[in-house]
């Protein structure tokens, strides 16, 4: 086999949508697998849907995500330029060797003649039973033709497909799919309104100059591989057709269809690898890398959405995805998507990330919040509360109060915890905190203390230490009570419940 190239290549249309990102990530492991290089070409051919900003998010999302590309348009290459709407030229030649060769005719057909038509038709398509009817360079004399263009009349250039042929298309997934060419319409290859090319031109003849040995996109675009076929036929390189290898749609986690950025609002996750700030509405939906996920993790998550390690392993560094990918294990079938199972990806990586990490991550939470702590305090309080969390921006919801005391008190738990007895509890317990030498320097003794002192008073401990983390945290929650004392101190500790004995009534 010769050496595998395969290409992404997106439009900068707005923001790269996760989708995407997995059909990029299905390219690299299987260009790194294979020894392979892979490309990043921009397919900004339709000028009408240009997004400004676009472009570079794309490319920061991938570089964020650790997909390498070999050649593209930040990388250059060989096979330079690696921007569509750069190689108009490229295309004018192809579609005159099209032209010239009868696999391809100009058509002058206006809007307005076009929808008429429709009406007229039902179900009509431009094609090889009603390409007559129409005005195009097969119904015009070759003069009429000329005149028109030297007048500057508009007018696209179409493929010219034979009926009642099967156009075979092996899929690497889906195995041989075979359309009969009657279905499919004569496709516009290059409007003269711009002198780009449309979609299928530009990619026939990127991927064939462009040496690309394997075309891995979705399932949507399966309807258009029989036409770039038949494109590949019409200039006579069959022998350099890459394969072809359809991936499952993305679907939504509930209900049916293709998962959209509208799911993600409705149910709150994300559906972009970065922040997108919309430059028409100023719009801004969140991504990934802000809400706190791991590069790797998402990397790991998308890779399990739609192919499967043939084990029960679920854990993959990105090497291990490299070793192991291969399209017999990709599904046919859409992959619902679990945002759930995200966060657990994201958990497990959490977990194994060195604390050092973590704190450097949280401290910009903490300086936001007016919090200037030290950093071995910090990597206690991270270290006693990650199990708790899913994404590093939970981390201050979560440990809030080992750097700030509480302002309010949770009336549930205030309501439920503090009794008509608590106050003057509360107080003997602090007297009791004050005579302690040893209530912060030795966690363990100050816990067999303090519930020595409890029995000998002869109250209950669940009313006396309830009540004690609601003066600490503000409401029932938090970690063992006397890892927390241990980090705040036993002077913030007296201070916390003097302030909750105060306030509380």
């Given at each position: 086999?010769?050496?595998v190239?395969?290409?992404?290549?997106?439009?900068?249309t707005?923001?790269?949508?996760?989708?995407?990102?997995r059909?990029?990530?299905?390219?690299?492991?299987?260009?790194?697998?294979?020894?392979?290089?892979?490309?990043?070409?921009?397919?900004?051919?339709?000028?009408?849907?240009?997004?400004p900003?676009?472009?570079?998010?794309?490319?920061?999302?991938?570089?964020?995500?650790?997909?390498?590309?070999?050649?593209?348009v930040?990388?250059?290459?060989?096979?330079?330029?690696?921007?569509?709407?750069?190689?108009?030229?490229?295309?004018k030649?192809?579609?005159?060797?099209?032209?010239?060769?009868?696999?391809?005719?100009i058509?002058f057909?206006?809007?307005?003649?076009?929808?008429?038509?429709?009406?007229?038709?039902?179900?009509?398509?431009?094609?090889?039973?009603?390409?007559?009817l129409?005005?195009?360079?097969?119904?015009?004399?070759?003069?009429?033709?000329?005149?028109?263009?030297?007048?500057?009349?508009?007018?696209?250039?179409?493929?010219?497909?034979?009926?009642?042929?099967?156009?075979?298309?092996?899929?690497?997934?889906?195995?041989?799919v075979?359309?009969?060419?009657s279905?499919?319409?004569?496709?516009?290859?290059?409007?003269?309104?711009?002198?780009?090319?449309?979609?299928h031109?530009a990619?026939?003849?990127?991927?064939?100059?462009?040496?690309?040995?394997h075309v891995?996109r979705?399932?949507?675009?399966?309807?258009?591989a029989?036409?770039?076929v038949?494109?590949?036929?019409?200039?006579?390189?069959?022998?350099?057709?890459?394969?072809?290898?359809?991936?499952?749609?993305?679907?939504?986690?509930?209900?049916?269809?293709?998962?959209?950025?509208?799911?993600?609002d409705?149910?709150?996750?994300?559906?972009?690898?970065?922040?997108?700030?919309?430059?028409?509405?100023?719009?801004?939906?969140?991504?990934?890398r802000e809400t706190?996920?791991?590069?790797?993790?998402?990397?790991?998550?998308?890779?399990?959405?739609?192919?499967?390690?043939?084990?029960d392993?679920?854990?993959?560094?990105?090497?291990?995805?490299?070793?192991?990918?291969?399209?017999?294990?990709?599904?046919?079938?859409?992959?619902?998507?679990?945002?759930?199972?995200?966060?657990?990806f994201?958990?497990?990586?959490?977990?194994?990330?060195?604390?050092?990490?973590?704190?450097?991550?949280?401290?910009?939470?903490?300086?936001?919040?007016?919090?200037?702590?030290?950093?071995?305090t910090?990597?206690?309080?991270?270290?006693?509360?990650?199990?708790r969390?899913?994404?590093?921006?939970?981390?201050?919801?979560?440990?809030?109060?080992?750097?700030?005391?509480p302002?309010?008190?949770?009336?549930?738990?205030?309501?439920?915890?503090?009794?008509?007895?608590?106050?003057?509890?509360?107080?003997?317990?602090?007297?009791?905190?004050?005579?302690?030498?040893?209530f912060?320097?030795?966690?363990?003794?100050?816990?067999?203390?303090?519930?020595?002192?409890?029995?000998?008073?002869?109250y209950?401990?669940g009313?006396?230490?309830?009540a004690?983390?609601?003066?600490?945290?503000g409401?029932?929650?938090?970690?063992?009570?006397?890892?927390?004392?241990?980090?705040?101190?036993?002077?913030?500790?007296?201070?916390?419940?003097?302030?909750?004995?105060?306030?509380?009534?």
């Amino acid at each position: 086999m010769s050496k595998v190239r395969v290409r992404f290549a997106p439009s900068p249309t707005g923001p790269l949508h996760i989708g995407g990102v997995r059909t990029a990530l299905y390219n690299y492991l299987f260009a790194k697998q294979n020894g392979g290089d892979m490309l990043l070409r921009i397919e900004d051919t339709d000028s009408g849907r240009f997004v400004p900003g676009a472009e570079e998010y794309i490319t920061d999302s991938l570089e964020w995500l650790g997909i390498k590309i070999d050649e593209g348009v930040r990388e250059g290459g060989p096979f330079a330029p690696y921007r569509q709407s750069e190689r108009k030229a490229i295309y004018k030649q192809h579609v005159d060797q099209l032209l010239n060769a009868g696999k391809a005719y100009i058509a002058f057909d206006t809007p307005a003649e076009l929808e008429a038509k429709r009406t007229e038709i039902k179900n009509f398509q431009y094609d090889a039973s009603t390409r007559g009817l129409m005005t195009n360079s097969l119904t015009l004399s070759p003069e009429e033709v000329q005149k028109r263009i030297q007048n500057s009349e508009q007018y696209v250039v179409r493929i010219k497909i034979e009926p009642n042929e099967e156009v075979h298309v092996q899929d690497i997934i889906r195995g041989d799919v075979v359309i009969n060419s009657s279905v499919l319409d004569d496709k516009v290859l290059l409007k003269s309104t711009d002198g780009l090319p449309t979609y299928h031109l530009a990619n026939v003849v990127d991927d064939h100059l462009m040496e690309i040995s394997h075309v891995i996109r979705g399932e949507e675009w399966l309807p258009s591989a029989p036409l770039h076929v038949l494109l590949y036929r019409a200039f006579g390189w069959e022998d350099t057709m890459p394969q072809f290898a359809h991936l499952p749609l993305l679907l939504k986690p509930d209900g049916n269809g293709k998962l959209s950025k509208r799911d993600g609002d409705r149910l709150g996750f994300p559906v972009f690898p970065l922040e997108w700030k919309d430059p028409k509405t100023g719009d801004i939906s969140t991504g990934y890398r802000e809400t706190g996920y791991d590069p790797e993790a998402v990397i790991n998550f998308l890779a399990l959405l739609g192919w499967h390690a043939g084990s029960d392993q679920e854990i993959f560094s990105m090497d291990e995805l490299i070793a192991q990918f291969s399209f017999d294990r990709c599904s046919k079938s859409g992959a619902k998507f679990d945002f759930e199972k995200a966060k657990w990806f994201n958990h497990q990586y959490l977990q194994q990330k060195p604390i050092d990490v973590l704190v450097k991550e949280f401290l910009p939470t903490l300086q936001a919040n007016g919090v200037n702590a030290d950093d071995a305090t910090v990597a206690k309080v991270v270290s006693l509360m990650r199990e708790r969390i899913n994404l590093v921006n939970e981390l201050w919801e979560t440990t809030s109060y080992f750097f700030v005391a509480p302002a309010a008190y949770d009336e549930k738990s205030v309501q439920k915890r503090w009794k008509p007895d608590t106050a003057q509890q509360l107080m003997e317990l602090m007297s009791f905190i004050e005579q302690m030498d040893n209530f912060t320097s030795d966690k363990a003794a100050a816990e067999t203390q303090t519930m020595a002192w409890i029995a000998e008073k002869g109250y209950k401990v669940g009313d006396v230490m309830n009540a004690f983390r609601i003066a600490l945290v503000g409401e029932s929650k938090g970690p063992h009570i006397f890892d927390l004392t241990e980090i705040i101190g036993k002077e913030e500790t007296l201070r916390r419940v003097a302030k909750a004995i105060e306030t509380i009534h």
